[in-house]
């Protein structure tokens, strides 16, 4: 029963709106060319930027993780499961908002129309770079898994562990594509702010529409 699970995290609004304002101002900066966003490329590409072979070969296996396609898979599997669990509420949450990020991503890519790096890409990249989709799907599937996670998973121990994946994965996924030179770093990070600004905002709308009831007739029943 539902009653056997932790209790649902506090609103998110506040934090979710304060990324889409730092994630505004990012995606003018960018939009703008600023020196800014250049300097900052420079120097993480700086350190990004390698020959190894081995992590040339981990890095281009990896990044697929990540990949339009298997991320809608990666997401499909989630939402059956929730509902096979009767989880529905979650499940909504988690195709809503994957939904919502990636349409977003859509059209602000086609909006600032900036080209990919210019260096030779280790993998195959095509359309626009800026944000960047990988990492806005991994950090959007990966952000409403923790989300998940905190709700349902009661042992801590076992959501410690689970959602130090979770977070590990969209970090990951985001190095690849820098080190791949298909992505910009100012596109990765972009990314992950988009990504986790939709599912902070997602799970608000989570809250108010369904946890806050709940939580108001649990106190009016006492």
């Given amino acids: 029963m539902r009653?056997?699970?932790?209790?649902?995290?506090?609103?998110?609004?506040?934090?979710?709106?304060?990324?889409?304002?730092?994630?505004?101002?990012?995606?003018?900066?960018v939009s703008s060319n600023s020196a800014i966003i250049h300097s900052f490329d420079?120097?993480?590409?700086?350190?990004?930027?390698?020959?190894?072979?081995?992590?040339?070969?981990?890095?281009?296996?990896?990044t697929n993780i990540g990949n339009t396609s298997s991320v809608i898979a990666e997401t499909v599997v989630v939402f059956v499961v929730l509902l096979w669990r009767k989880h529905k509420q979650?499940?909504?949450?988690?195709?809503?908002?994957?939904?919502?990020?990636?349409g977003y991503n859509w059209v602000l890519k086609h909006l600032v129309q900036r080209a990919r790096p210019t260096v030779h890409h280790l993998v195959h990249a095509d359309g626009y770079s800026f944000p960047s989709g990988h990492s806005v799907g991994s950090a959007t599937l990966f952000g409403c898994l923790i989300i998940i996670t905190c709700i349902l998973v009661q042992r801590r121990s076992i959501k410690i562990i689970?959602?130090?994946i979770w977070f590990i994965f969209p970090l990951v996924i985001g190095y690849t594509r820098i080190f791949l030179h298909v992505h910009y770093p100012s596109?990765?990070?972009?990314?992950?702010?988009?990504?986790?600004?939709?599912?902070?905002?997602?799970?608000?709308?989570?809250?108010?529409?369904?946890?806050?009831?709940?939580?108001?007739?649990?106190?009016?029943?006492?």
Avoid at 8 to 28: E, S
Avoid at 90 to 102: S, W
């Fill in 42 to 62: 420079s120097a993480v590409i700086g350190v990004v930027y390698n020959n190894n072979a081995t992590l040339i070969q981990f890095t281009s296996i990896f």
């Fill in 187 to 222: 596109d990765v990070l972009g990314g992950w702010l988009e990504g986790i600004t939709f599912v902070l905002l997602g799970y608000s709308v989570l809250y108010h529409v369904y946890y806050e009831p709940r939580i108001n007739n649990a106190r009016i029943s006492e």
């Fill in 90 to 102: 979650e499940a909504y949450f988690l195709a809503g908002t994957m939904i919502c990020a990636n």
């Fill in 3 to 29: 009653e056997q699970f932790a209790h649902p995290i506090k609103d998110t609004l506040v934090p979710g709106v304060v990324f889409a304002v730092i994630f505004t101002v990012w995606a003018l900066l």
């Fill in 162 to 164: 689970l959602n130090t």
